[in-house]
């Protein structure tokens, strides 16, 4: 009893509840979108052969996997996270020469034709600590422009490999990252630069790259009009307005079109079109085939997903149709519905008040990790639990955004929910490992 008094001491066990809640909620979803009439629930849940009971041994492992984190000292953590990393990209590395092709990624490691590895799933749980170790280090200074190169570098070269891999979903996650940058001092500038290339990004797509030009070239001249008295005693201001000028007509002429034309697939740069609303015509037969090859419905088009998973959120109504009472997600017509669209299940289910519901233990979940984070006295725990609020932060808003057409379709899981034995491993042992700092969260690690 002492020793069970010990070990659980100091533990969030808000955190700690929210997560199993999650998980359940996770388990009863992929049950409610896979349960077949007739079948006995107990033994379907012990037999290993579907998808509910196969979530729910993964959801038994995590635990298991989670107890022996608790148990591990928290230096640990802080002693192997660069080996962790290394041992990551060579995972990574190790994909090209013996990856498997499985729909349109090129990311995953099959073994046998039971078990599948993505290792840049568990890259991102070694990139977190990676990450924290760096800017914990005793002679980094974050403030220095050459550290925050180093960190940048450290974060970003992952998600090249998942691009080179076809990973592009995954590879984004990655960018989560410089919010733990900008709260250990990386200048507010950084992601306002990054929101404005997006936002130029699909200015370019949107309107006729003669007529966005001419709107730069306007919006160039109204600022050196107004900052006319400035530029006047300072020079060099008219020089960096007009630098800033050519930069954007440049990506917006050769940047995005180089992009969407060499970088990314069509079937990728049609789900870009198709969630801005814009039509998008392939250029060739090449182009043409891609599309089809990766459409989920040939008959329907690429979007037909989202159409679906939009018509079955909305058929929830105010308080739902009931658990095994979807008529969309029960019979299928939702493509990926135990996936990437597993919350429309819980939008038909349980409706515009359950889904509410839903939403905010999420929001409870990424709250309370911020609040672990501001009370970390070691650098690296503060930096570790920003992270794992960060990544989690990502995949919540995208998955949701992506289900109801808000977003594009990139193969983002919503954590602890959507059906996956090693997404639900990564998240676990990410909020474990988390939990394990906190416990130690009076100690100064490194």
């Not at 914990?136 to 940048?152: G, V």
């Not at 592009?168 to 989560?176: D, I, N, R, W």
Request: proline share 2%; glycine share 6%.
């Amino acid at each position: 009893m002492r020793r069970n008094s010990e070990t659980s001491k100091g533990i969030d066990s808000l955190l700690l509840w929210l997560y199993i809640l999650l998980c359940l909620v996770g388990i009863i979803s992929i049950f409610a979108t896979t349960y077949s009439e007739g079948d006995d629930i107990t033994r379907s849940f012990l037999s290993f052969k579907t998808d509910y009971s196969k979530q729910a041994f993964f959801f038994l492992a995590s635990i298991i996997i989670g107890t022996a984190i608790i148990l591990t000292d928290s230096k640990f953590f802080t002693a192997t996270a660069n080996l962790w990393y290394v041992f990551g990209i060579i995972l990574l590395l190790l994909v090209f020469p013996f990856h498997s092709n499985i729909k349109g990624t090129e990311s995953i490691i099959r073994f046998g034709n039971s078990f599948q590895l993505q290792p840049i799933q568990l890259c991102i749980v070694f990139t977190n600590l990676a990450l924290a170790k760096y800017i914990s280090r005793a002679e980094t200074n974050f403030s220095n422009t050459k550290s925050q190169m180093i960190a940048a570098v450290l974060v970003l070269t992952p998600a090249v490999l998942a691009i080179m891999q076809k990973e592009t979903g995954l590879a984004l996650v990655y960018f989560s990252f410089f919010l733990v940058m900008f709260r250990e001092g990386l200048p507010g500038f950084v992601l306002v630069i990054g929101f404005s290339l997006a936002v130029l990004v699909v200015a370019t797509l949107l309107i006729d790259r003669t007529i966005l030009a001419g709107i730069l070239t306007g919006i160039a001249i109204l600022v050196i009009y107004l900052l006319r008295r400035q530029i006047k005693r300072h020079r060099s201001l008219l020089y960096m307005v007009m630098g800033v000028w050519l930069v954007c007509v440049v990506i917006q002429f050769f940047a995005v079109p180089l992009i969407f034309d060499k970088a990314l697939k069509p079937y990728q740069v049609k789900r870009i079109y198709d969630t801005i609303g814009k039509e998008y015509i392939p250029k060739d037969e090449a182009a043409r085939a891609d599309i089809e090859k990766n459409t989920v419905s040939k008959k329907t088009g690429d979007n037909y997903n989202v159409r679906q998973s939009k018509i079955a959120i909305g058929s929830g109504g105010l308080t739902g149709k009931g658990l095994l009472k979807g008529t969309q997600t029960r019979y299928a017509f939702v493509p990926e519905q135990r996936t990437d669209f597993i919350f429309c299940t819980i939008g038909e289910g349980f409706g515009f008040v359950g889904s509410v519901i839903f939403i905010l233990l999420y929001l409870s979940l990424l709250m309370r990790i911020v609040t672990i984070a501001e009370r970390q006295r070691s650098v690296f725990s503060r930096c570790y639990a920003y992270g794992v609020a960060s990544v989690l932060f990502f995949h919540i808003a995208i998955n949701l955004c992506m289900t109801i057409g808000l977003a594009p379709v990139i193969g983002i899981p919503l954590p602890f929910v959507s059906y996956g034995g090693l997404s639900l491993v990564t998240f676990s042992a990410m909020i474990f490992i988390l939990l394990r700092l906190d416990k130690d969260r009076q100690m100064v690690l490194r």
